[in-house]
């Protein structure tokens, strides 16, 4: 294969923080190792317009401990069209770039896997999403950062729960995985935690409930992933209401506030040794690949497996949150 001389990176679907470390690492090694270096700005849908601007060391100053992402994101409904990444291709080939570095989650590296499968550009992924529901890494960009935004906010809220003895449904991000409910849920010491790895826990919780009712706990605090089978906080809460009136029953959906904020140490380093790894994995004459970590190690995972695999949550560890709630 001709040496690559010129690369592009994008940020495509939910932003996640560390998602500028990743962009700053890729700049920079690109640039040490005299590739030249171009930002594709909103994703996919910049791709397919030619939305281009070269990347210099400076560019990405100051950017490390920032949230969000520099490029802009967007979820790009064209490019899952055969016409749409024909749009990009040719505006790839126009600009003369050799390779591109993906940033993002499901969406993004399945769009990456089918423009891999039609075209001759070759792509490496990395992985960014708060849900770190990807195969192939133990550990995505971004959800360190949420975790800790929703173990802060959680704390907040069981200070109001235990003053007025109430019970509070939490509802955290998620789309299909439990991975952030989980381990907040660990992390809070919540009583319950529902997650759509599990199915029937609701009758579970209501008997939970019972005993806790008799027990007088003085406040619960049950999480409950986005993406669980009960419809989410405001159903399931509606569901125990009517069975346990004498609860004080609340609802707090977390939401957006999750993305945001400045990154962890964790997803910081993190973002940096996948962003040098993806342009060294280029200039090895990878393509089709996502990088990760895994036992702490640099690994590599085609996109074939990364999207295709499902990532487990350890559910029998479940028991472990059970045990300690008490
Ligand atoms: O994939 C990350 C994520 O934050 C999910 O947890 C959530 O379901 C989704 O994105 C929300 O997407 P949007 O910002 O497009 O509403």
Same mark, same amino acid.
């Given at each position: ?6 690369? *592009? ?6 932003? &996640? ?8 690492? #890729? ?11 171009? =930002?594709? /700005? ?24 920032? $949230? ?8 790009? %409904? ?6 749409? /990444? ?17 940033? $993002? ?28 529901? !990807? @195969? ?37 991000? +998620? ?6 409910? @989980? ?5 809070? =010491? ?30 619960? !605090? ?9 419809? $989410? &906080? ?7 209401? %009517? ?17 945001? *904020? ?6 910081? #380093? ?6 040098? &790894? ?10 089709? #690949? ?5 036992? +702490? ?25 059970? !045990?300690?709630?008490?």
């Amino acid at each position: 294969m001709a040496k690559i001389k010129k690369i *592009g990176v994008l940020t495509s679907g939910g932003d &996640a923080p560390g998602m500028n470390a990743a962009i700053r690492a #890729v700049t920079r090694t690109g640039i040490y190792n005299r590739l030249k270096v171009i =930002g594709i /700005r909103h994703g996919y849908e910049g791709m397919i317009n030619g939305h281009f601007k070269e990347l210099k060391a400076h560019s990405v100053s100051d950017i490390i401990q920032k $949230g969000g992402t520099i490029l802009k994101t967007a979820r790009s %409904k064209t490019f899952r069209t055969i016409e749409g /990444r024909k749009q990009a291709y040719e505006k790839l080939k126009a600009e003369g770039m050799d390779a591109v570095v993906v940033i $993002g989650g499901d969406g993004t590296l399945t769009g990456a896997r089918k423009f891999s499968e039609e075209f001759d550009i070759p792509f490496v992924g990395i992985p960014g999403t708060i849900d770190n529901d !990807i @195969y192939g890494t133990d550990y995505t960009i971004g959800y360190d950062t949420a975790l800790n935004t929703v173990v802060e906010a959680i704390d907040k809220i069981r200070d109001t729960a235990s003053s007025h003895n109430r019970l509070f449904f939490i509802e955290v991000m +998620g789309r299909d995985a439990g991975f952030i409910a @989980y381990r907040s849920g660990i992390a809070c =010491g919540a009583e319950a935690i529902l997650i759509p790895e599990i199915k029937g826990q609701v009758e579970g919780l209501k008997d939970f409930l019972e005993k806790g009712f008799k027990r007088r706990k003085s406040a619960n !605090i049950i999480i409950v992933s986005e993406g669980d089978e009960s419809g $989410g &906080a405001f159903s399931i809460a509606k569901k125990v209401k %009517k069975d346990f009136v004498d609860y004080d029953v609340r609802v707090s959906i977390l939401g957006h506030m999750q993305r945001g *904020g400045t990154p962890s140490a964790y997803d910081r #380093v993190t973002a940096s040794l996948f962003g040098h &790894a993806a342009v060294q994995a280029l200039m090895d004459d990878q393509k089709s #690949v996502m990088v990760g970590m895994d036992n +702490g190690e640099i690994s590599h995972c085609t996109f074939n497996k990364a999207i295709k695999k499902n990532k487990t949550l350890d559910v029998e560890k479940m028991d472990i949150a059970e !045990i300690l709630s008490i």
